[in-house]
């Protein structure tokens, strides 16, 4: 199982937890015409940016070091780890005193 070279490194470990599920990622030049499929132990924050949601990505079988931020349509084989991390932040949005939430 090989790992594509990651956007950019992570700053959060809030960390959830479920059962392993599969990402296909997309490389990030077009280089290549190999896609690569990496499975996804968790997702653990996320951010807006202009191009749209990001998700910080927990691999399975790699450390925190090899955690990245992937936008949504490279997790469509783990739609149920999206799912579950968008629960998991209304629930959390919704404890958050109104002056500090973010969208």
Do not use: C
């Not at 296909?24 to 990496?38: A, G, I, M």
């Amino acid at each position: 199982m090989g790992r594509k070279k990651k956007a950019e490194n992570g700053e959060l470990n809030v960390g959830t937890s479920g059962s392993a599920a599969v990402a296909e990622v997309k490389p990030l030049s077009t280089d290549s015409d190999d896609d690569q499929t990496y499975e996804v132990h968790s997702i653990i924050a996320s951010r807006m940016t202009e191009a749209g949601r990001l998700f910080l990505v927990k691999w399975e079988g790699f450390t925190d070091e090899d955690n990245s931020w992937e936008p949504e349509d490279n997790l469509t084989g783990s739609i149920d780890k999206v799912k579950d991390y968008m629960a998991l932040r209304k629930s959390w949005m919704s404890k958050m005193p109104a002056s500090k939430k973010i969208s």
